[in-house]
């Protein structure tokens, strides 16, 4: 028995089912996430994005004819560095995690290469900073005219490897110009910050000079006196520089210190006129080795060459080298020439009063910080506007020789825990300490306190 089949029926299944092997074809295609080697050869097309990891910072080198960016997880774009082949180009990409996404439609095929950046150390930088280097102390030397190359900042388990510090010497006063070239790795990453420091022993910074995104031959102009300088470079990438010196009469010209007489008011300083000096600044230093200015107005050329620095700010007894920086500021900025050489007193104040002072009545304790801060001895002692300044004394119990330092407070101080595991202040519980304070009236030594012993009790805060 033969069965009819109706013609309209066929053909209406078999247009239905074309139309939906039409509409599984034509519906849209889902975004992909895909991981991607950082080592071979793949296959990227818009609309997905790529995950590439990295263990460890690295260069890694792309050959396509695709269009594509990289991103950080904080949407930061990697600078692509062109090479000498047209469809080739390189990132430098610290540890992490990146996408990658390409901008062409239809799938076009990817080559990825990846080098440590630790092979590649001493090819981009001239001064590499490693694991053990201690950034604080390593300070290169480099002379005018070298051309410097360097990167910072690529290494996320590297100390103080954000910045590189050099020294430079300057044998006479110079118009310094930098020429440099900035590559940060990222387009929108930290900016570029350049510092000029004097490394004589006073705090002399000059101007520094901070900018954002890629810079070729940025220049830099700073004014220097004779003296060695601390340059400090701080980026994220790649960078390269020249410094170049010519002979200027910006810079003033050294003067000296010619005398120091306490006065009633304080120290007067006396010192010698400097040609092209607009202002004069005095330094001092108490003991520590570098200077600082002096709590006090700058002194103007058209002034007399003599200044007080006010009692207020010294410490009676205390031991202060004292030198004069000489600047011109004629241009609304500073331009500071050579710090002249220092002169040493041991200051005393000008009194009316010449009487010994009264023996010192104190009152010792051991201050818990219960973790919060640095643990300290806190010595009181009663006003007494007779006396100048404090001498105090401390040493462990059973020891012979004792600590000392100067105190200008009217009401007391306090001995601080020291961080140096070797210092006889570096506190420990079951330490005891012997304590005494003496008073100064001028140069007039007043008796030793009675002794006091305090003892650490409890265990200090990182001990």
Not at 58 to 87: C, F, L
Not at 93 to 122: C, D, E, F, H
Not at 300 to 314: F, G
Request: net charge positive; glycine share 6%; with cysteine.
């Amino acid at each position: 028995m033969m069965m009819k089949i109706n013609k309209y029926l066929v053909v209406a299944s078999v247009a239905g089912a074309f139309g939906l092997f039409l509409s599984a074809n034509n519906a849209p295609v889902q975004a992909a996430t895909i991981r991607i080697p950082a080592q071979g050869t793949s296959y990227v097309r818009k609309g997905n994005t790529y995950k590439l990891h990295l263990k460890e910072a690295g260069r890694i080198t792309v050959n396509t004819n695709a269009k594509i960016r990289i991103y950080n997880t904080i949407d930061w774009e990697a600078v692509p560095y062109p090479t000498n082949k047209k469809s080739t180009k390189e990132y430098y990409l610290r540890s992490g995690n990146y996408k990658v996404v390409a901008k062409n439609p239809g799938s076009r095929k990817i080559k990825l290469s990846y080098t440590k950046l630790t092979k590649l150390r001493k090819q981009l930088d001239d001064y590499p900073i490693y694991r053990n280097t201690n950034s604080y102390n390593y300070n290169p030397e480099i002379k005018l005219g070298q051309e410097v190359k360097g990167f910072s900042d690529m290494f996320s388990s590297y100390k103080n490897s954000t910045y590189h510090d050099y020294t430079l010497k300057v044998d006479k006063s110079q118009k310094l110009t930098m020429d440099m070239n900035s590559m940060p790795v990222y387009y929108n990453g930290p900016r570029t910050i350049v510092t000029m420091e004097s490394k004589d022993n006073f705090s002399n910074f000059l101007p520094s000079s901070m900018f954002n995104g890629r810079q070729d031959h940025k220049k830099i102009i700073w004014y220097v006196a004779k003296g060695e300088y601390k340059l400090s470079i701080q980026t994220r990438g790649l960078f390269n520089f020249k410094i170049t010196g010519e002979d200027t009469d910006e810079v003033p010209v050294k003067n000296e210190v010619t005398k120091l007489t306490p006065v009633k008011n304080g120290l007067q300083v006396d010192f010698t006129k400097s040609e092209g000096a607009t202002e004069y600044i005095i330094y001092l230093s108490d003991g520590s080795g570098n200077y600082h200015p002096a709590d006090m107005p700058r002194i103007k050329a058209s002034e007399s060459l003599q200044a007080v620095i006010p009692a207020k700010n010294l410490v009676n007894g205390k031991t202060y080298k004292i030198a004069i920086c000489p600047v011109n500021r004629e241009n609304g900025f500073d331009i500071d020439g050579e710090l002249s050489e220092s002169k040493e007193i041991t200051y005393h104040a000008v009194v009316d009063n010449k009487n010994v002072p009264d023996k010192i009545a104190i009152d010792a304790s051991y201050y818990d910080d219960n973790g919060s801060d640095e643990p300290y001895i806190d010595i009181k002692w009663p006003v007494n506007q007779n006396i100048s300044s404090y001498e105090v004394q401390y040493r462990l119990k059973g020891q012979s020789e004792w600590e000392s330092f100067l105190s200008s407070s009217s009401n007391g101080t306090e001995i601080t825990s020291s961080s140096d595991k070797n210092n006889i202040c570096y506190f420990q519980k079951g330490k005891t300490y012997e304590i005494r304070v003496r008073g100064l009236n001028s140069n007039i030594v007043g008796p030793w306190s009675d002794i006091k012993t305090v003892t650490v009790n409890v265990t200090p805060a990182g001990n």
